[in-house]
């Protein structure tokens, strides 16, 4: 199958490479070519990774290189069966990608969009033929975690190709409907965000109700870490987002918002619930 990725970013550089390695023919295709520099960097060093681990053997990784187009052209993704968006979070950009593309892919192409926040139904809205698109929403570093969320927007008529499709890279798809936050960033934020009343009301110090999460339910990662990791201003953006569709009990803690405002965004910026020095979270923060 000749895969299409719009965006080389975070997200469409490992979506790439993880269909690559699956034996899909990949373009993957951006505006910024030191994007497509940084790209080609970045699969490269993973994939050699992946055989230094012992994942796959240095002729799987030079097939998988073979295999993989890095362009700037919207004509080099033509005939392409699948194509999948991951440009910026902005409805209007991802818009103007869909209507770009459309007329280029295979007569019967599945569209997919790797959106974590903005209703797919909107998103497709800027198909001729809606019913071909459908949410593939995979999860940082794609070549790593074995979910997809299928996400079905209302007119969403590719389920079970959607479904083989994710098989096929070997990832696990779960299937949910259009709805906000979908299941995984919705009951993760709900997890955060009640950890960080916790705090609020002094319950326990953040590093406590982490180790209660990661020992008690063997969660890789306590709330609040992870809440680092992923940067406070996202998380409290979700929130907001969250709030407004879905009610109050999203409202976004203080503690959050007072943080954010301080410029105490998580691993990014060396201090959230946490202070940070090369990559580790050392102690809680005050
Ligand atoms: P990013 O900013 O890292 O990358 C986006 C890329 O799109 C950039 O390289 C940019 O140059 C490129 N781009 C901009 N306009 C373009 C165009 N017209 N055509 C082709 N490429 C274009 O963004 P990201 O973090 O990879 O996020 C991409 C999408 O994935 C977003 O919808 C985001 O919500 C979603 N997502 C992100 C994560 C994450 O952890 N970062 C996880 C799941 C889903």
Redesign the pocket.
Known sequence: MHVAV???????RDIAHVCAVAGHEVTL????SD?LDAARDHVESNLAGGVERGKLTDDERDAALDRLTFTDSVDALSGAGVAIE????DVD?KH??LSEIEGVLAEDALVAT????LSVTTVMDALDEPSRGVGL????PAYVMGLVEVVLGERTAVEDRAVGFVEGLDKEAVVVRDTPGFASSRLGVALGCEAMRMVESGVAAPDDIDAAMELGYRHPMGPLKLTDVVGLDVRLDILEYLREELGERFRPPQVLKRKVRAGKLGKKTGEGFYVWANGEAVRPAE
């Open positions: 719009l965006g080389a970013g975070t997200m469409g295709r951006d505006v910024d994007a991951a440009v910026p979070e950009l103007a990608v790797n959106t974590s926040s929403h995979f999860f940082n």
